[in-house]
């Protein structure tokens, strides 16, 4: 089980939150980071079971600046995990969608793990390593899908380069299909509830991931010191249909 000091960046949420419970009931000392106090605080609330092992840490993944401030910070450090996404204004037809809208996901989702790999070089230890996220619309996209399936594709094509860059340290990926998470809230609002139970009827397995069976893979790929360059998929199935 992993040990030692792990940063999860996107810790106050979903998948995020729920690596950071999995972390810390195993032993490990977990710094949560995101960007609102609030959100990290109600967070370590809610992780309050190894209050002695858990620290939170106000970081904006767009920031260069705090992105180096943020690993100065962490160390020691011995696992990264980059779960940030923020899916407000993420998706929408190609004629609506504003270049804005799509430069911020690609600020969060792939140039915040780029800058997080810049900067971790040289704070982890050789057998230390970097997990990013990210997902299903890289291998299932939809119309109006254009920049997240784009941003997560751009993660998968960054992890060999970083796994080569930053060895010995380790550098893979976890992508999850449909994850029953906060995120929903903003992308389907009233209707999600309905929206999960369709996705789950779709999926060979029955039902959308709980945020625990992805945050597993991440603690599967932290914890095997001979995965580098690896994209794990954690989609029910979904690839597939
Ligand atoms: N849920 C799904 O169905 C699904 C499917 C495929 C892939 N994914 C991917 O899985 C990952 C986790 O998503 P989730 O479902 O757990 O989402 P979530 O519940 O919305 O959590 C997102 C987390 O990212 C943080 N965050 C957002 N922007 C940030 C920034 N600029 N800097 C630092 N932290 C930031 C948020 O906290 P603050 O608001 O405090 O910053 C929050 O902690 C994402 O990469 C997402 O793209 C999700």
Known sequence: MTTGHVLVIGGSSGLGLALAGLLLS????????SRSAERLAAAAAHLRAAPDRLRTQVLDIRD?????????????????????????????PLGGFQL???RAVMDAKFFGPWLVGRYAAGHLPPTGSITLTSG????????GSSVTAAA?????????????ELAPVRVNAVSPGWMDT?????????????????????????????PTDVAEAFVALMDNAHITGTVLHVDGGQRLV
């Open 26 to 33: 195993g032993g490990a000392e977990v710094t949560i980071a």
């Open 100 to 102: 804005t809208d799509a």
């Open 136 to 143: 299903i619309p890289a291998h299932r996209p939809r119309p």
């Open 182 to 210: 906060p995120l929903w809230d903003t992308i389907a609002g009233d209707r999600r509830a309905e929206r999960l139970a369709e996705m789950a009827a779709r999926l060979p397995v029955g039902r959308v991931a709980r």
């Open 152 to 164: 997560n594709a751009a993660v998968e094509g960054l992890v060999g380069a970083l796994a080569l």
């Open 64 to 92: 260069e600046d705090g992105v180096r401030r943020g690993l100065e910070a962490s160390v020691p450090v011995h696992h990264i995990a980059v779960t940030a996404a923020d899916a407000t204004r993420a998706t929408g």
